[in-house]
């Protein structure tokens, strides 16, 4: 399912603007991303949480080369459904 079929499928059964709809999730969208960028966790109960993960720092090979770099420590983001969400998939 695309964003497109996400908008498509509330404006059909909300009846609200397919522009108004796509303006909304956008900035949902805007909203999380911002969020974490902060730093700052997202938690939408019954849903899940988008949350930011510390990859620790890390030697990987350049096996062409055979040279190793270090990969510093860096934060990524993820996404950790909600118990609730676990089990209607599941099912």
Known sequence: MTKADI?????????IEKAAVLETVEKFMESVKESLSKGENVYLRGFGSFIIKTRSQKTARNISKGTSIVIPEHNIPAFKPAKVFMEQVKK
Request: cysteine-free; aromatic content about 0%.
């Open 7 to 15: 908008v498509s499928e509330i404006a059909k059964s909300t009846g």
